[in-house]
């Protein structure tokens, strides 16, 4: 997929002269995010790390509001889902008391917020999730969202747009989600010439950041607000995502994936409950045309011909 500034500058334009304030910039979606708004001739983006900007401090929130954005992009975030069990104030405040002080900056300057939404706010039960479905998260992470995205609607209305995004893959070596952790594992095994690893069998929609962020930017300069779901098309059970980063990386012929159960492997990893498949569909970004999710085999092999996986195999293919 070609950078969106690239690709349909026309629907663009409304954002080449808006400040984005983005915070969690040095994150796996905040880096998408930079990169994406970064293509955007004239387009000011203000990418806010960690070690810039603290979301749980509100002294030092509210100092961002001379910048004057029009929007904020709110990606700062703990994402792990099974340390946010077993440090449950923590994860409070920085997935609800961070989005309460970046909604209050929202607030004091006008500024419309972008809230990306994780998927485990649901229990999966309902096949698919559609923007109505009712929320049941079944971990202390998945409950601190939905609070934090409650609190972005209930304080800015109209100016909070909530992308519920499917399970993600993208940051390169930022990645700390399956593909990047099995990539690097997966070179690990070859080293010590391991030829089999078993990956269990819970679905899920493995989507690009890039893709996301790209597609969001559109609502941006649409000025959308609301609920929005944003997912790849196409689902896979982790297995079968190993199987094809294996395909893609040109190592069939050294490591063999064995599917095993979710629940054992959940038994030895997880501390947080996860739904065992959460399929989302993207009702709303398809009635308004808006829809650019693309097939997760396609995004999946663009991302691991990027150079960081090409450098991390390179001497296999020699």
């Known amino acids: 997929m ?24 040095d994150g796996m979606l905040g880096r998408a995010f930079t990169e994406s ?10 990418a806010l790390g960690r070690d810039r900007l603290d979301v749980t401090d509100r002294e030092a929130v509210m100092a961002f509001a001379s910048a004057n954005p029009e929007w904020i992009v709110h990606c700062a975030a703990d994402v792990n889902a099974d340390r946010c069990e077993k440090n449950p104030d923590a994860c409070h405040a920085i997935q609800v008391g961070g989005t309460e002080n970046v909604a209050a900056l929202a607030r004091s300057c006008g500024a419309r917020v972008l809230f990306p939404q994780s998927f485990l706010i649901f229990d999966g039960s309902e096949k698919p999730i559609v923007e109505d479905t009712r929320p049941n998260p079944l971990s202390v992470y998945g409950r601190c969202k939905l609070e934090a995205e409650t609190r972005v609607l209930e304080t800015l209305g109209d100016r909070a747009l909530v992308i519920r995004m499917a399970g993600f893959f993208g940051g390169d070596e930022k990645d700390k989600n399956f593909v990047g952790q099995f990539t690097r594992h997966a070179r690990r095994l070859l080293d010590q010439a391991v030829d089999t690893y078993d990956v269990g069998d819970r679905i899920w929609q493995p989507t690009y950041t890039l893709d996301l962020a790209n597609n969001s930017t559109l609502l941006m300069a649409a000025s959308k607000s609301g609920v929005y779901n944003m997912a790849c098309h196409g689902q896979a059970s982790f297995f079968e995502l190993a199987v094809a980063c294996v395909e893609e990386l040109q190592i069939t012929d050294r490591l063999r994936i ?19 498949a959460a399929v989302i569909d993207n009702r709303r970004l398809r009635a308004e045309s808006l829809d650019l999710q693309r097939p997760w085999r396609d995004a999946l092999e663009e991302y691991l011909s990027r150079p960081w996986f090409k450098a991390m195999f390179a001497d296999l293919a020699a």
């Open 37 to 46: 708004l970064a293509a955007l001739p004239g387009c000011r983006v203000i």
């Open 2 to 25: 070609p950078p969106l500034g690239q690709s349909r500058p026309e629907s663009l334009a409304t954002l080449s002269s808006n400040t984005v304030l983005i915070t969690g910039a």
């Open 258 to 276: 064995q599917p095993t159960s979710a629940d054992r492997v959940a038994a030895v990893t997880d501390t947080a409950k996860r739904p065992a």
